[in-house]
């Protein structure tokens, strides 16, 4: 595996892989690797040729008061986990290298950005957006794997890679989960054990919403209900939404059925995490990036 820390070095790798004729799968991360990210790693070398993983974390995508300084940061383990998996070419660009000064351009996820995590993270999605074009100027992939666990960050990358007309095909891979069901995340080892435990009523109230659902709801109403009542009982948890959103628009669906998504946020103590379920059959690339 080779490593690059510069942007002109990691292009001429790219340009590279070119003359050689691979196809580049590309996994972009802020590091602190779990079996989540290694998944979309051999996601990528089951599509492409050879796989960049990149490890950055993105300043502009924290607001004030958010984890910035305090997230996970532990690049020789990363770089272990990364080259046993099989990635290819590991970017560490530093600060300095992707903003050597303040963008002045902005993204704007529109009306994408108006839901959920959206209105709660102000200028989070923008801040996504401009460091993922950057990225995906910089390696020019032919494809980029992220995880469903982000359900709104996918939908609004989709849309940007659809009317921006970037030359990338992105793919979305399901959520990987611990034992109990609890969905992967870096923040996950801010968690003390009592918060941990907390944290497992969310896939179980999510699993409630989508019974809720199996068992022929339809009211977005019923099975939002069906999932907060799972989480009443948790103290330690405070909820910031519960929604049944249709996926295309993020908006409350109006009625709920098959592709609607079913999204979570809570703080359990002080670290907020998200989930999400795609109620029906449809895989996390349909829903989210086919609309
Ligand atoms: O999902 C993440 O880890 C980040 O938002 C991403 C896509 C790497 C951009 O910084």
């Known amino acids: 595996m080779i490593q690059h820390a510069t942007i002109s070095d990691m292009r001429r790798w790219r340009e590279e892989q070119r003359h050689a004729g691979r196809r580049v799968g590309f996994v972009p991360t802020m590091g602190h690797l779990h079996e989540g990210h290694l998944s979309l ?38 770089r272990g986990l990364a080259e046993r998996r099989g990635v290819d070419c590991l970017f560490v660009p530093s600060v300095s290298e992707m903003y050597p000064r303040a963008a002045s351009v902005a993204l704007d996820p529109g009306s994408l950005g108006a839901h959920l995590c959206g209105p709660l993270r102000p200028g989070h999605f923008a801040g996504v957006m401009l460091v993922v074009l950057k990225l995906l100027h910089i390696v020019e992939p032919d494809i980029a794997v992220f995880g469903r666990k982000d359900a709104q960050q ?71 209900a069906a999932v907060r009542r799972e989480l009443e009982n948790e103290q330690l948890m405070r909820v910031e939404y519960i929604d049944a959103v249709d996926p295309e628009t993020l908006a ?40």
């Open 41 to 78: 790693v051999d996601r990528s070398r089951d599509l492409a040729d050879a796989t960049v993983l990149s490890v950055f974390v993105n300043p502009t995508q924290f607001g004030p008061g958010e984890d910035f300084d305090r997230y996970p940061r532990d690049l020789e383990r990363d």
């Open 154 to 224: 996918a939908i609004i990358l989709g849309r940007m890679v659809d009317d921006l007309n970037l030359e990338v095909q992105l793919d979305v891979a399901p959520t990987v989960r611990e034992s109990d069901g609890l969905a992967l995340s870096s923040r996950n080892a801010y968690l003390t054990p009592d918060e941990r435990r907390a944290a497992a009523a969310i896939p179980r109230a999510l699993d409630a919403g989508h019974r809720a659902y199996r068992e022929g709801a339809t009211e977005p109403e019923t099975v939002v």
């Open 252 to 291: 409350p669906a109006r009625r709920v059925q098959d592709r609607t998504v079913l999204v979570l946020a809570a703080r359990v103590g002080a670290t907020r995490l998200i989930d999400n379920v795609v109620l029906g059959e449809g895989t996390a690339s349909d829903v989210f990036l086919d609309g």
